[in-house]
């Protein structure tokens, strides 16, 4: 059964950076587009950013401009999330999820695996 794991979560001070990682085990990623979605306290998980089997990049309305960026390693079968810039809104469990067929949609419930999240803490 596929399982996914991230990882880098922490506290940081506004301005600052973090690097996310999500790694798949029992299974692979190779033909499966991977998302990240955040959900703050007290709101609904919402999309921030999503890479296609293709290596395709879909950027959604819930992250800042120039501020987060994803990329894959289908080697490692890992999926990072880069931040930076990070304000305190941007706080939350950022979670990955992944789903076939390989292209990204914002759609929570078209994903079929999720990781347990990492929380993401942005305080000065």
């Known amino acids: 059964q596929l399982q996914l794991v991230e990882s880098g979560g922490g506290l940081v001070q506004p301005g600052g950076s973090l690097r996310l990682s999500c790694t798949a085990t029992?299974?692979?990623?190779?033909?499966?587009?991977i998302g990240w979605f955040r959900q703050a306290p007290g709101k609904e998980r919402e999309p921030v950013l999503c890479?296609?089997?293709?290596?395709?990049?879909?950027t959604y309305a819930d992250v800042g401009e120039g501020r987060s960026a994803i990329s894959r390693d289908n080697a490692r079968n890992t999926v990072y999330l880069d931040l930076k810039g990070l304000k305190p809104e941007d706080s939350g469990n950022y979670y990955c999820?992944?789903?076939?067929?390989?292209?990204?949609?914002?759609?929570?419930?078209?994903?079929?695996?999720w990781g347990q999240g990492t929380l993401v803490t942005v305080s000065s």
């Open positions: 999820a992944t789903r076939r067929p390989g292209y990204c949609t914002p759609t929570i419930s078209r994903y079929e695996a």
């Open positions: 029992g299974g692979s990623l190779l033909i499966n587009a």
């Open positions: 890479i296609s089997s293709s290596f395709h990049n879909t």
